[in-house]
């Protein structure tokens, strides 16, 4: 080991000797003591004051003197020692190619690395004092010696081998392309000369930060170039002898492996750029394609082609978009060819359309596009839009609604009409609730929602008088969801039915606790008394003349309502009562459950066998047009015989098999006059929903209402307009001046 005061000739000689072991034979060895003395001869001359003899043309030099110069003394034959070594290397290097190239470049990297290390920590005091004593003071160049080591493998190797027809990123390229055609290769070797490529980069402005330069320029760029060339061709050449089907496999997984070569051997910053370039080449370029042939796997239920043509269009801005459209028009064609094939099965027409075969059809499209949503498209929201939007269409105008807006509410209302009645063979008592949740899912399209208001709450109506319900707690749930759905004003109407239902019940109670003591009751009779804002029941416009066997009651409980209820007005809807009556005249005993009408006509029969047309027209006030019809029905039931035109017999040899005989049918006036009854409420309705109206509209629209009472003056009806404005039942609406609002 050379004494401290050794010159640099002598040092050096010392130092060079141990560095070229280090750097040639380290799997030999180095001793505790041997590498010791190297540290040590290294940290005397650094801290040596003396001057010693140096040569020109030197990093780090300049006007310095003392210590200083004898760290650039150190450094400069540290970088002459690596430009020698890496000579040796880039003359053996220079017959190889291909992947014997990259395994001689991959384990002379690793040996050169690993002795740069030990050199690195040999030099110590080299680093922490001179060379961050330079870069401080701002001097281009100067590198702590690992980083040298780096630096001159770049300069001198490096570039040398890269810059012959770019051998090296080369070599790994093919290697890339092989195992893309399906070969194996050696992904431990190309990771580690891709690993070196980032390790070459370097930051000027800080030493300790990653750079990707260098792996940018001399890998990246080229790999990402021939990776979008070897996509296109392949795509172009799979495209012309196969399917659509089997391209989007193919696609899928060349985009699988395209991000696990990442993982495997590339650098993670790579990821993005390269999924964005096969992203471009194998579904961009091809998007057209794809696009054409998404209504054929519509058509056949390709469901794992749809999920994945909706994973790759995914990718790319704006591919799904026109899935979307397409998928919007599948689904309403869908929904209009069922209800044309439901019109085709049927002779009469939309007029006599089965409630439940119209919705099932509608629900079904619904149920089947809505899976292929959920299962191929993920049920992204786009694609659940177009499936609403197609639904809304279909459901609101089809074959079987024609220009009309009001036909499928009317038919929905019906069917949940149908499935909430007692011995309904729709629906099992566990499935209801699953049955009323599909009417809403059809609901949520209805567009007149009105509609179907007036018709629920007129069927409803109809349940609740004739005691007809399934249960309760079914029609509380319907109203329940219809609450959810439209808010507390929709249902409103509906829940106050309920609470009359009860208010009636009580009634009658008390009515009959009341009468309990006149003999003369031997009438069993309960009462609904139902509130006019809340039923949509009609009274009859015909009059009636009560029979005397029930008048007797009838004026004792109009008396006893007056009583508890003073100035409330009792309108009798006769066309919804309904009666049983004992047959005595045969030798069977018969309870006949009529309409209020029928009951009127048959007790007639109390005091005569026969009886023309216009005797039973004087006797009960019945209008002749509806009084037909009721004969008709019970010459029908053949209680009663008609052999002569207009003239009506007792039949003294009626029998039946039941002891309770119904004879309560509607008749077609009461089942034609419900649907016109209801969309004239409805346009009632909507004629008070106006929340805005323009100054001039609304003087007509008063003027005409109250033109039929007086002639009423412009200026009266302005002034009227103020005082609301001021009382703040109405306003103007914001930016306009002859607009105004109602103030709910």
């Known amino acids: 080991m050379p004494p401290a005061t050794a010159d640099l000739a002598t040092t050096w000689a010392f130092l060079e000797e141990g560095v070229d072991h280090i750097m040639t034979k380290l799997q030999t060895g180095v001793s505790y003591s041997k590498y010791m003395s190297l540290y040590t001869v290294a940290y005397n001359y650094c801290t040596s004051s003396r001057m010693h003899n140096t040569t020109t043309d030197t990093v780090g030099q300049g006007s310095r003197t003392g210590a200083n110069l004898m760290g650039s003394d150190l450094y400069n034959n540290l970088i002459r020692y690596f430009i020698t070594h890496l000579k040796l290397l880039k003359d053996q290097s220079d017959s190889l190619q291909d992947e014997a190239l990259l395994r001689y470049y991959a384990g002379e990297w690793d040996r050169y690395t690993t002795?740069?290390?030990?050199?690195?920590?040999?030099?110590?005091?080299?680093?922490?004092?001179?060379?961050?004593?330079?870069?401080?003071?701002?001097?281009?160049?100067?590198?702590?010696?690992?980083?040298?080591?780096?630096?001159?493998?770049?300069?001198?190797?490096?570039?040398?081998?890269?810059?012959?027809?770019?051998?090296?990123?080369?070599?790994?390229?093919r290697l890339i392309e092989r195992q893309r055609n399906g070969e194996t290769i050696d992904q431990g070797l190309v990771k580690k000369v891709v690993d070196s490529f980032v390790s070459l980069g370097l930051d000027e402005s800080d030493i300790n930060k990653?750079?990707?330069?260098?792996?940018?320029?001399?890998?990246?760029?080229?790999?990402?170039?021939?990776?979008?060339?070897?996509?296109?061709?392949?795509?172009?050449?799979?495209l012309a002898e196969s399917s659509v089907s089997d391209y989007l496999k193919k696609a899928e997984e060349r985009l699988k492996e395209e991000e696990d070569r990442v993982d495997r051997y590339l650098n993670t910053d790579t990821r993005k750029q390269l999924v964005s370039k096969c992203e471009h080449v194998l579904i961009r370029q091809h998007s057209d394609l794809m696009w054409e042939s998404f209504q054929s796997l519509l058509d056949f239920d390709k469901d794992e082609d749809l999920q994945r043509m909706y994973a790759l269009l995914s990718r790319i801005p704006e591919g799904l978009e026109p899935l979307r459209k397409k998928f919007e028009e599948h689904v309403k064609k869908a929904g209009l060819a069922a209800v044309a094939k439901l019109l085709g099965e049927g002779s009469e027409g939309a007029d006599s359309l089965d409630p439940k075969a119209y919705v099932d059809a509608l629900l079904e499209v619904h149920r089947k596009?809505?899976?292929?949503?959920?299962?191929?498209?993920?049920?992204?929201?786009?694609?659940?839009?177009?499936?609403?939007?197609?639904?809304?269409?279909?459901?609101?105008?089809?074959?079987?609604?024609?220009?009309?807006?009001?036909?499928?509410?009317?038919?929905?209302?019906?069917?949940?009409d149908m499935l909430l009645r007692k011995n309904n063979k729709m629906a099992e008592e566990e499935d209801l609730e699953g049955a009323l949740n599909r009417?809403?899912?059809?609901?949520?399209?209805?567009?007149?929602?009105?509609?179907?208001?007036?018709?629920?709450?007129?069927?409803?109506?109809?349940?609740?008088?004739?005691?007809?319900?399934?249960?309760?707690?079914?029609?509380?749930?319907?109203?329940?969801?219809?609450?959810?759905?439209?808010?507390?004003?929709?249902?409103?109407?509906?829940?106050?039915?309920?609470?009359?239902m009860s208010l009636s019940k009580d009634l009658t109670d008390q009515f009959k606790e009341r009468m309990a003591?006149?003999?003369?009751?031997?009438?069993?009779?309960?009462?609904?008394?139902?509130?006019?804002?809340?039923?949509?029941?009609?009274?009859?416009?015909?009059?009636?003349?009560?029979?005397?066997?029930?008048?007797?009651?009838?004026?004792?409980?109009?008396?006893?309502?007056?009583?508890?209820?003073?100035?409330?007005?009792?309108?009798?809807?006769?066309?919804?009562?309904?009666?049983?009556?004992?047959?005595?005249?045969?030798?069977?005993?018969?309870?006949?459950m009529t309409s209020s009408y029928q009951m009127s006509v048959l007790l007639q029969y109390n005091k005569h066998d026969t009886l023309s047309l216009e005797e039973l027209i004087t006797a009960t006030a019945i209008s002749k047009d509806i009084l037909s019809q009721v004969l008709t029905l019970l010459v029908k039931a053949k209680v009663l015989i008609n052999e002569e035109t207009d003239q009506y017999d007792l039949n003294p040899n009626f029998k039946s098999k039941k002891i309770r005989v119904n004879l309560n049918q509607p008749i077609k006036a009461e089942v034609k006059a419900e649907s016109s009854e209801v969309l004239k409420t409805v346009d009632e309705d909507r004629k008070y929903a106006r929340k805005t109206m323009k100054n001039q509209p609304l003087i007509q629209e008063v003027i005409s209402q109250i033109s039929q009472r007086f002639a009423p003056k412009i200026p009266d009806i302005k002034k009227a307009i103020d005082t609301l404005l001021e009382k703040e039942y109405i306003e103007r609406v914001d930016g306009t001046r002859d607009t105004f609002a109602y103030v709910a």
């Open 369 to 416: 596009n809505s899976e292929t949503v959920s299962r191929s498209f993920r049920g992204e929201a786009g694609f659940v839009a177009s499936l609403d939007k197609a639904c809304r269409e279909f459901v609101n105008r089809n074959s079987a609604t024609g220009s009309s807006t009001t036909k499928s509410p009317e038919l929905l209302a019906k069917h949940a």
């Open 439 to 500: 009417v809403m899912v059809l609901f949520k399209y209805i567009e007149d929602k009105d509609v179907f208001q007036t018709f629920y709450a007129t069927k409803l109506s109809k349940r609740l008088i004739h005691g007809v319900s399934a249960s309760d707690e079914s029609e509380a749930s319907m109203i329940s969801k219809l609450k959810e759905a439209c808010g507390f004003e929709y249902t409103n109407k509906l829940q106050r039915m309920f609470t009359d």
């Open 517 to 592: 003591n006149h003999e003369d009751m031997d009438i069993n009779f309960s009462i609904m008394v139902l509130g006019t804002n809340f039923w949509p029941l009609s009274a009859p416009n015909n009059d009636f003349i009560i029979p005397p066997e029930i008048l007797p009651t009838y004026d004792r409980f109009s008396k006893y309502y007056q009583t508890k209820h003073s100035g409330r007005k009792l309108t009798w809807l006769w066309n919804y009562s309904k009666n049983e009556l004992r047959t005595n005249y045969l030798n069977q005993k018969y309870i006949l």
């Open 115 to 173: 002795g740069a290390n030990y050199i690195n920590r040999l030099f110590t005091y080299l680093n922490r004092h001179w060379v961050k004593r330079e870069r401080d003071e701002g001097r281009k160049g100067v590198y702590p010696v690992y980083t040298l080591a780096l630096v001159q493998w770049k300069s001198n190797f490096f570039l040398h081998v890269q810059s012959k027809h770019t051998k090296l990123a080369g070599a790994i390229l």
């Open 210 to 238: 990653a750079s990707l330069d260098v792996y940018r320029e001399h890998l990246e760029t080229p790999f990402l170039d021939a990776t979008e060339k070897y996509y296109e061709q392949e795509s172009e050449a799979f």
